[in-house]
């Protein structure tokens, strides 16, 4: 779901030192932007203007998300029934055929369980080295190898039009839907339309039902057959509807763009030609595990493999890397853990989903349906991860100490990390940017 890429906008997602990411099996994609595919491949895109979005406040009337009792679930029908008529104003202001929006709309109902899960998402706090364990877990590795053996031929096409390696597509369509396995079953009006009338962020859903609507008016499914996750995403790569119309193609050549069925090529190619748009390279890897030298730290530098061999970083076999470009060295567990050289190619995959842990899983995945080796660095297996709470204390704590944090909002990004490193350096241990039990003592007491 982890659809920016493709859903970002649901549920934008901040990777530090904790894998802080949607549950790999349904991960919603970052919206991305309108662009060209290959020639040959339809592309329909669209823009549809925020500014002529107009989100509609919850009525007052409206249950309570849990409660989804039948009397009140039927309340609750009578004023979505009126929001629909109120919509279907702006939707066929919106270049939405009357007959369309009809056809979409009969019998479509308000979802409280669709409303329930968007108010309740649960925070998703797993440890890195447990996340990528479920990425490339031996059941999901042999699972992708047979798909990528039953589905040869048209990955072995979709690898020559887009330059897009195919283990790498089949890697994402692992990590979105376990191979089309786990797809959604969710009408995906009720639940655009639920999100949309429900407020909190009507203004997004709504531009996506709008989308929807165009994906019904150009033949390319049946509302019967448009089902996707509570959130809006669909098919086996879990496209939201904006960026199925600016990047979802036609690669059977059969007129429609079908993600949905279950044959994955139509989905697998639009995932090929997202990525493509967005800059890979083919031959460059995501990136490869090495070795640092102890107590190195990297920040954010990049440079090129040769470059960094200079200052003891090799691979995991001890060589230099080759030099396949600009690259940047991420240790997503700090010292403690492994380290790896990413390319611009890992940057391309966080584009579908703006995570470092995603995209870590995706490579990490991708290598080893080819046959790559598990990383081989340990982990700080015994570490005493921070609670939600903790990190927000942490970073309240950080904040009062003078260090500059925006958010106080329990997500170690970025920010939060450098000024981890900047307070550890400060009281002279070990500078590994990690938000632990230990910080935190170390936080309180000075």
């Not at 970002?8 to 997602?13: E, F, K, L, V, W």
């Not at 279907?88 to 479509?108: C, H, K």
Request: with cysteine; net charge positive.
């Amino acid at each position: 779901m982890r659809i920016s890429g493709l859903c970002g906008a649901i549920a934008g997602i901040l990777i530090g030192t904790t894998a802080q990411a949607a549950a790999v099996e349904t991960s919603l994609r970052p919206q991305g932007r309108p662009g060209a595919a290959g020639p040959g491949v339809t592309v329909i895109s669209v823009n549809v203007p925020v500014s002529s979005l107009r989100p509609v406040l919850r009525p007052a009337d409206l249950p309570r998300a849990a409660d989804t009792s039948v009397q009140q679930v039927s309340t609750s029908n009578a004023a979505f029934d009126r929001w629909i008529g109120g919509f279907r104003g702006r939707a066929l202001s919106q270049g939405i055929n009357a007959r369309v929006f009809d056809a979409a709309f009969r019998g479509a109902q308000y979802r409280p369980d669709v409303v329930h899960k968007d108010r309740n998402q649960s925070e998703f706090k797993s440890e890195i080295w447990d996340y990528l364990d479920s990425a490339a877990s031996p059941v999901r590795i042999e699972n992708g190898q047979k798909a990528l053996r039953r589905h040869r031929r048209a990955l072995d096409r979709i690898e020559a039009h887009y330059g897009v390696e195919k283990q790498v597509v089949a890697a994402v369509w692992g990590m979105e839907s376990t191979y089309g396995e786990r797809r959604g079953d969710i009408p995906l009006i009720d639940a655009l339309a639920t999100l949309s009338y429900d407020g909190r962020r009507g203004a997004f859903f709504e531009k996506q039902l709008i989308a929807a609507l165009k994906i019904l008016q150009s033949g390319d499914v049946t509302p019967r057959n448009m089902k996707g996750s509570w959130a809006g995403a669909m098919g086996h790569t879990q496209f939201i509807p904006t960026s199925y119309l600016a990047y979802a193609v036609d690669f059977t050549g059969d007129g429609k763009r079908d993600i949905w069925s279950d044959d994955p090529t139509d989905a697998l190619a639009s995932t090929a030609a997202y990525l493509k748009r967005f800059g890979w390279r083919k031959g460059m890897p995501w990136g490869v595990e090495v070795r640092v030298p102890r107590g190195a730290s990297f920040g954010t530098t990049q440079r090129m493999p040769s470059d960094w061999a200079t200052r003891g970083i090799t691979g995991i076999d001890g060589r230099p890397v080759r030099d396949y470009g600009s690259a940047r060295i991420l240790q997503p567990a700090g010292p403690q853990g492994a380290s790896f050289m990413v390319f611009a190619n890992f940057d391309v995959i966080k584009r579908y989903n703006n995570s470092d842990a995603y995209a870590l899983g995706v490579g990490h995945l991708s290598d080893r349906l080819i046959g790559g080796p598990p990383i081989q660095a340990s982990w700080p297996r015994g570490y005493e991860p921070l609670s939600f709470e903790d990190r927000k204390e942490m970073q309240r704590l950080l904040r009062r100490k003078g260090y500059n944090l925006e958010k106080i909002d329990g997500i170690a990004g970025p920010n939060t990390v450098n000024a981890i490193r900047a307070f550890q350096r400060s009281i002279g241990v070990a500078a590994d940017g990690y938000p632990s039990q230990t910080l935190l003592r170390h936080l309180r007491s000075r």
